[in-house]
């Protein structure tokens, strides 16, 4: 965030730099659009955004975003933001208008499939080999399925020239421009020997609006992270001692030590991180809030012990009772090396949202945003690499944006909030936390990409 000196020079009710109410407002708006796609299920959602009066709407929303980046630009945080987002609807435009460049192949072993745009020679032949299934000894469910093969392209010379590849679930090909996944396969029966026929079913997308994303993402972290790291506007929260102590302090570390040994355990019952369901994350949250009671009594003083003990003692821990915790191993798609970051970074950051909500922690939001805005682009980059689109219109991933535009908008009001209005903007934030962790479960009812979560 900003420094005092320069807010010293901003007169009540302005801002620094360009005022941002218009911006603010707008992003509420789009908070609520997003919540109307999300309760439209994700194939609905993405029907709707292929019109291209969707995608005239997604292009004019670049456009006022940077127009709104140009009214920003001494304000660095918020210009980084405008001009990601941009950035990032731009590139999505892009893709919709040159039309869809996706395709799938459907092979067997020993059959050969054309990866090439219509009507172009450019393009390479993949040759399946093999196409193997790899199931978890313990449950018999899928651990991965892999289609191993030949590439076959014409080299300058005119001669072909294969290369041997393999393709997996969150390992996808890339070459040429196209990227090649390994989407589903198919099992059927021999009719003459009645042994299992398999078909591996590859994805092939060619995805003209990457680059464009990638860069804006990076500045949305740019953007969110200059907020983290800046310094609150308003003072730091009364003193109320150095935080807990005595019987309560012993209590409360062992309750943190607790919550850590069943995280531990959960992880050797599991095999992986526990942060595959609600129930485990919800056990994540609890097992890190006593962490934070520490730190907010370290950083500025505040006594956040009651607020946490509710959190932990009354709500998360009581709801976990509620929710499947059986044991049950990682789906391929979740085999990821961002699993950990991308769902840790919606832990501590609904965590520290939620707590200041309810008046602990305040200086901690922008880390909380932050954090946000982290899950939010590590599940882009994840759902590129293994789903073929770092954007899907799926439910949790609208909810998700919505969150993100209501902590966006409070951004950019923020001087111009008086103290009621802000706890009422944080409130709303920590009902769209809420309200994004309810919709993993309900968002089983509609097609999604998250319905295993």
């Known amino acids: 965030m900003v420094s005092q000196d320069c807010l ?37 959602a993405l029907d709707f955004m292929r019109y291209y009066a969707a ?77 193997s299934i790899d199931r978890w000894a313990d449950t018999g469910t899928v651990r991965q399925y892999t289609s191993r093969g030949v590439v076959w392209a014409v080299d300058a010379a005119g001669k072909p020239h294969g290369e041997d590849v393999a393709i997996s679930v969150n390992h996808p090909l890339v070459k040429d421009g196209w990227w090649i996944y ?5 099992e059927l029966q021999n009719p003459h020997t009645g042994e299992p026929l398999y078909f591996t079913i590859l994805q092939c997308v060619k995805d ?19 907020f983290a790291v800046g310094r609150s506007r308003r003072a730091p929260a009364e003193r109320q001692g150095r935080g807990p102590g005595g019987p309560c302090a012993l209590a409360y570390s062992a309750v943190f030590l607790g919550a850590v040994a069943m995280l531990v355990h959960r ?9 595959q369901n609600m129930y485990e994350f919800l056990m994540c949250m609890a097992a890190f809030i006593p962490a934070l009671t520490f730190v907010s009594a370290k950083w500025d003083g505040q006594n956040t012990l009651l607020v946490d003990a509710f959190l932990t003692a009354l709500v998360l821990v009581p709801v976990c009772f509620f929710m499947d915790g059986s044991v049950k191993r990682l789906m391929p798609a979740l085999q990821s ?9 919606y832990v501590v950051g609904y965590v520290l949202l939620a707590r200041a909500a309810l008046g602990a922690g305040r200086r901690l939001v922008p880390v909380g945003f932050f954090l946000l805005t982290l899950g939010l682009v590590l599940g882009a980059a994840w759902g590129k690499v293994c789903w073929g689109h770092w954007w899907q219109f799926d439910p949790k991933e609208m909810w998700s944006l919505a969150t993100w535009f209501v902590y966006a908008a409070f951004f950019h009001l923020e001087r111009r909030l008086p103290a009621r209005a802000e706890r009422a903007f944080l409130v709303a934030g920590a009902a769209m936390v809420v309200l994004t962790l309810t919709w993993i479960n309900l968002s089983r009812i509609f097609s999604g990409m998250h319905s295993y979560a």
């Open 8 to 44: 010293s020079k901003t007169k009540k009710g302005g801002s620094a730099g360009g005022r941002s109410p218009f911006a603010a407002w707008a992003l509420v708006a789009a908070a609520v659009a997003s919540v109307a796609l999300a309760c439209a299920g994700a194939e609905r």
């Open 55 to 131: 995608i005239g709407v997604v292009a004019a929303l670049a456009l006022l975003s940077l127009f709104a980046a140009v009214r920003v630009w001494r304000r660095i945080p918020l210009l980084a933001l405008h001009l990601g987002f941009a950035l990032v609807l731009g590139g999505w435009a892009y893709n919709a208008l040159e039309g869809p460049r996706d395709g799938y192949l459907r092979l067997r072993p020993g059959q050969a499939g054309r990866v090439a745009e219509r009507g172009s020679e450019r393009g390479f032949d993949f040759e399946l080999v093999d196409f």
């Open 182 to 186: 390994q989407s589903s396969f198919e």
């Open 208 to 226: 003209v609006g990457l680059p464009f994303a990638a860069l804006g993402g990076a500045l949305l972290l740019v953007g969110a992270a200059w």
């Open 267 to 275: 992880t050797v019952a599991t095999g992986h991180p526990p942060m």
């Open 337 to 345: 090396p961002f699993f950990v970051p991308h769902v840790g970074a």
